[in-house]
């Protein structure tokens, strides 16, 4: 009996949550195929919805949400930080929504749902960073690179961190380069990346947020000492390259995105890499105070914290 047991549960015990959950990642990628194809109306339509419902349910992001815009925006009432946050969850749905058309649509389908505005030639092949905040919106290097053959662009580059789930990992790789871009490990060795830079291929970096200690300094974002990484001006010094922000938010009406790409920050880098964090820093908050409900307040932006001080979440 003990042995049949043990074969039982060796063949079935294991097999199933296995089996259960290679299902319901095929049943997601079904699902995301699906959004790539309904009118993009009626997929905007669903993500306010599932935000909307996410609003509602109580749990952990819930809190973080708050507690951000409650450190972010002391002088608000609570009220007000509900109604903001109600409406990120909105955003956030929707942007959760697009993943369907962006992982999986065609290039139309992608340059449809945004226009690029950049106040340099991405032509020229120069040495160059794009900087790109963590909005609710799309995804800029797969856009960029949807965008590229159309409009004589090079090759795009940018930085992906890791999944658990390998299955989505390897899928969303493949996903984020169908269209010529290269997608770069952030735990790996970061030469490919600056020859990347040297070539003048446009790379992608999101700096904005908390990523470790490791190569971070603590500096202010919203009058908040903050765990911010020093790789975009390290970077930058060591390829010789201009650095310009990416900022993707919602045109007024909604119906799309617009991405837009300033010219280079003047004198970055600077000889002090803990001076250009909090520079970095100061252009983040700019940017956020005009899309608040737009940002990213889902991650613990503050979750490392300076000795002695607590961890707010």
């Known amino acids: 009996m003990t042995l049949n047991h043990s074969l039982t549960k ?15 990642n095929y049943v997601g990628v079904g699902f995301l195929l699906l959004l790539s194809v309904l009118p993009y109306r009626l997929v905007v339509l669903f993500g ?10 109580p749990g952990k992001r819930n809190r973080v949400v708050k507690t951000n815009l409650q450190l972010c925006f002391p002088q608000l009432s609570d009220s007000e930080i509900n109604a ?10 929707r942007s959760i929504a697009e993943r369907g058309i962006i992982w999986l649509g065609s290039a139309q389908a992608v340059s449809n749902m945004i226009e690029v505005r950049s106040a340099v030639d991405l032509r020229d ?17 797969i856009v ?12 795009t580059s940018g930085l992906f961190q890791r999944m658990k789930n390998s299955f989505f990992n390897e899928r969303i790789i493949r996903w984020r380069n169908r269209f010529g871009g290269n997608a770069i490990d952030r735990q790996g ?14 790379i992608i970096i999101a700096p904005d947020l908390d990523l470790g200690l490791k190569d971070s300094v603590f ?32 045109l007024p009406d909604r119906s799309r995105y617009c991405c837009v790409i300033s010219k ?4 970055f880098p600077s000889d002090d890499v803990i001076a250009d964090a909090a520079r970095l820093n100061a252009i983040y908050e700019a940017e956020i105070r005009q899309h608040i409900a737009e940002y990213y307040w889902v991650h613990k932006r503050f979750k490392n914290r300076p000795a002695g001080q607590a961890n707010p979440y």
């Not at 092949?125 to 290097?141: A, C, D, Q, W």
């Not at 280079?264 to 004198?267: A, R, S």
């Open 125 to 141: 092949k120069k040495p160059r960073i794009l900087v790109n905040m963590h909005f609710t919106g799309i995804e800029g290097s």
């Open 144 to 155: 960029i690179s949807a965008l590229a053959e159309k409009r004589g662009w090079p090759r």
């Open 84 to 93: 903001i946050a109600n409406e990120h969850w909105k955003l956030l749905g």
């Open 189 to 202: 060795n970061l030469l490919p990346l600056i020859r990347e830079i040297r070539k003048g291929n446009l």
């Open 264 to 267: 280079p920050i003047d004198g």
């Open 219 to 250: 500096v202010p974002f919203f009058d908040i000492p903050t765990n911010t990484i020093t790789a975009v001006s390290r970077l930058a010094l060591i390829a010789q390259a201009e650095v310009c922000m990416m900022v993707t938010t919602l």
């Open 10 to 24: 060796a063949c079935f015990g294991t097999t199933k949550p296995v089996l259960i959950k290679a299902a319901l």
């Open 48 to 57: 306010y919805g599932l935000g909307t419902l996410a609003a509602r349910i």
